[in-house]
């Protein structure tokens, strides 16, 4: 009997890695085709210097993203596989972190597009990309979570739907004309819907959670551990 459940849970275990894989694999590639449609679409309209500015904001607040995350997302998700009991108090300390990151790097971002000379629309195009950078590290440290729990589904689903939102949001205003930063307002819909959706999912699981008392400085080991990450996100992002 022993080794006949022991089967079925390997089974199961199999199937269930399997179902993860193949969400996560669909949503990436759903989500990755939607976002050459759009972007086709941007540059087919848009022409290529207003198209430029547009990649030059993004590709700008990008080098900011790794100051936001910090390599805190996989270190979350390795906290929470190895004390499960905690992870929802790291996960308010990270968030409270990340907040707190957020009014230093905002400022810092559109400060520095200022020193460096960009036009008054470049700058405004910096500043609502650097809130949507912001808000894409709050939901992905959610997700981090999800993952411990094993839980792809849920990231997979939110991937897709925020990109079809920004599809929705994003179409009417290039063939309106719209101005570029009302394009950038485009992804902020969709990173607001991916924080509420991600926040509103995880609290399912936060129910009789563990709440110990918690200091910022007790994030300090997993700052350390999130260095190597960091780097690397970094050096993929360069």
């Given at each position: 009997?022993v080794?006949?459940?022991n089967?079925?849970?390997?089974?199961y275990?199999?199937?269930?890695?399997?179902?993860n894989?193949?969400?996560?694999?669909?949503s990436?590639?759903?989500?990755?085709?939607?976002?050459?449609?759009?972007?086709?679409?941007?540059?087919?309209?848009?022409?290529?210097?207003?198209?430029?500015?547009?990649?030059?904001?993004l590709?700008?607040?990008?080098?900011?993203?790794?100051c936001?995350?910090?390599?805190?997302?996989?270190?979350?998700?390795?906290?929470?596989?190895?004390?499960?009991?905690?992870?929802?108090?790291?996960?308010?300390?990270?968030?409270?972190?990340?907040?707190?990151m957020?009014?230093?790097?905002?400022?810092?971002?559109?400060?520095?597009?200022?020193?460096?000379?960009y036009?008054?629309?470049?700058?405004?195009?910096?500043?609502?990309?650097?809130?949507?950078m912001?808000?894409?590290?709050?939901?992905?440290s959610?997700?981090?979570l999800?993952?411990?729990?094993?839980?792809?589904?849920?990231?997979?689903?939110?991937?897709?739907?925020?990109?079809?939102?920004?599809?929705?949001?994003?179409?009417?205003?290039?063939?309106?004309?719209?101005?570029?930063?009302?394009?950038?307002?485009?992804?902020?819909?969709g990173?607001?819907?991916?924080?509420?959706?991600?926040?509103?999912?995880?609290?399912?699981?936060?129910?009789?959670?563990?709440?110990?008392?918690?200091?910022?400085?007790?994030?300090?080991?997993?700052?350390r551990?999130?260095?190597p990450?960091?780097?690397?996100?970094?050096?993929a992002?360069?």
């Amino acid at each position: 009997h022993v080794g006949l459940l022991n089967g079925r849970n390997v089974k199961y275990m199999q199937e269930f890695v399997i179902r993860n894989t193949w969400y996560f694999l669909v949503s990436s590639v759903g989500q990755k085709l939607l976002a050459f449609l759009y972007f086709s679409l941007l540059a087919r309209t848009l022409g290529a210097e207003q198209t430029g500015k547009y990649m030059l904001a993004l590709s700008f607040t990008a080098l900011f993203a790794v100051c936001m995350d910090m390599g805190l997302s996989p270190v979350l998700t390795r906290e929470a596989v190895h004390n499960p009991d905690t992870m929802f108090s790291v996960l308010r300390r990270v968030v409270r972190l990340k907040l707190i990151m957020t009014l230093v790097i905002i400022p810092s971002v559109v400060g520095i597009a200022y020193v460096v000379g960009y036009s008054k629309e470049m700058i405004l195009l910096v500043g609502l990309a650097s809130f949507v950078m912001a808000g894409d590290s709050l939901h992905l440290s959610a997700y981090a979570l999800l993952r411990a729990r094993q839980q792809f589904v849920y990231e997979a689903r939110g991937m897709v739907i925020a990109k079809i939102l920004i599809l929705l949001v994003g179409v009417p205003l290039v063939l309106w004309g719209a101005p570029l930063p009302s394009l950038m307002l485009a992804l902020l819909s969709g990173t607001l819907f991916q924080i509420g959706y991600s926040f509103f999912i995880l609290k399912r699981y936060s129910y009789g959670a563990k709440e110990p008392p918690y200091h910022l400085s007790s994030l300090k080991p997993l700052l350390r551990q999130g260095v190597p990450f960091a780097l690397a996100s970094l050096c993929a992002t360069i």
